[in-house]
Structure formats: C-alpha cells, structure tokens
C-alpha cells in the first residue's frame, strides 16, 4: 500500500536558518505529493503540491521537488521565521483521479526561537 | 478560510453515546472526504463520499457512519464511543478534477 515517511521531530532552528524536512513515500504509480502545514489550534492548510516527476512546488518561501528516481519530496526554506512554527505533514494521493484519499506521514513539528 | 465549514468545533460526551460531526464543503465541491487525527494513529482517512454516494472507504471502524446529503454537506456519525475514539476530526473537500483538498477547521472531539 501507499506510505509516507517523514523525519522525526522536534525541528528547533534560530530565525533566518535555513529548513530541510524529509519526506520518502512509498506508492504505485505517480502520485500527487503535497505539504500541508497546521499551525496551533488550527486545521491543515495546502502549503505547496507537485503532481509529476521533476515538477517543483513553491510557495511562501518554501520549496519541494517531486525526485522520482529517490522517491522523495524534501521541504526547503531558505530563512524561516518565528511565524514558520508549525507542523509540517508530507502527503500523497494516488493517480485515481475518482479516490483521492490523502495519506499523511507523521508529521514534523518545526518550533523557530527568535 | 478554506470555505469548509465543520460543526460543532468543540463536542465533549460519555462512553457508550452516540455524536453526529457535520460538514460542508466549499461551494461546487462534490466531493467530501473524513479524517481522524489522533496522537497515536496520526492522520488517518476514513471515508470519501463523491455527489451522494460512497467513493472510498479507509480505516473506518464499523461502530462509525457517514452520509452525503442531496445538498452536498456531510455528517459522521460515531456510535457507541470508547475512550479511543477522542481525536480531531477533520473533512476535507475537492472537486472531481482537482487533486488538492482543503480541510475544514476540525471538530474535537473528547470522550469521557
């Protein structure tokens, strides 16, 4: 079946550091992979997504590349904030565009001291 | 805002009761989907229902149901509840082309 797995947290960094979170998934076929943050209190908000190989998706100053060779899908910023603090949830949902159940790894908890 | 709404956000109950979470997803959304976010099973799907009917079923124990209604909102019902069965829980909805969804802000719910 589909997995994702994510490194372990606690992530603790000093403002302006720069972010790796590692993601591997296992799956069939080309799965959609995502990233969706929860801050505290909060539901999961989409953070950023790449539906093929080599695509690279972006936003808020965070980056991912889907590498299909390493299965993997690696978050990346360049200088987080104190407002970065969160947990960060690697997903993926399968090619079937008609069952698009997410499945999550375990979740990173990012925590950015000023 | 994601444009999914999920009520009540907050529900706190006895062993052996029966709760009914609701949701509605964002407008021209067909599908809805349910998660389970719990310290120690983590983020678990649990149904997916596309315009009305049941598309996909994941790791939903039996004592628990879903329906979608001609209007497109969704109810969970979970019955008989054990101490377990506390988490978060969370609905997702998506169009049928689109592969991302968006979650409503969950509702809590704690079994005493």
């Known amino acids: 079946g589909n997995s994702v797995t994510q490194m372990e947290g606690p992530v603790t960094l000093s403002e302006e550091a720069f972010l790796t979170i590692n993601c591997t998934y296992t799956?069939?076929?080309?799965?959609?992979l995502f990233w969706y943050v929860q801050y505290p209190g909060e539901g999961l908000q989409l953070l950023l997504k790449?539906?093929?190989?080599?695509d690279k998706g972006s936003n808020k100053g965070f980056e991912a590349t889907y590498r299909k060779e390493t299965t993997s899908f690696h978050l990346e910023k360049g200088s987080v904030q104190v407002s970065d603090s969160a947990v960060y949830f690697c997903?993926?949902?399968?090619?079937?565009?008609?069952?698009?159940?997410?499945?999550f790894g375990s979740g990173t908890r990012l925590q950015v001291q000023p | 805002d994601s444009g999914v709404t999920q009520t009540p956000k907050h529900l706190i109950t006895a062993t052996g009761q029966r709760v009914t979470l609701r949701c509605s997803p964002r407008?021209?959304?067909?599908?809805v989907y349910w998660y389970q976010q719990s310290l120690d099973q983590g983020l678990q799907f649990l149904i997916q229902?596309?315009?009305?009917?049941?598309?996909a079923k994941g790791n939903i124990l039996e004592r628990f149901s879903a329906q979608q209604f001609p209007d497109l909102h969704s109810e969970l019902n979970l019955s008989s509840l054990e101490l377990g069965d506390s988490a978060l829980y969370f609905c997702?909805?998506?169009?049928?082309?689109?592969?991302?969804?968006?979650f409503g802000p969950g509702t809590r719910l704690t079994v005493l």
């Open positions: 997702a909805s998506s169009t049928r082309l689109e592969n991302e969804q968006f």
């Open positions: 799956a069939t076929g080309y799965p959609s």
């Open positions: 790449a539906t093929k190989a080599d």
């Open positions: 997903a993926l949902s399968p090619p079937d565009t008609g069952r698009r159940a997410l499945t």
């Open positions: 407008s021209g959304d067909l599908s």
């Open positions: 229902y596309y315009n009305g009917e049941e598309r």
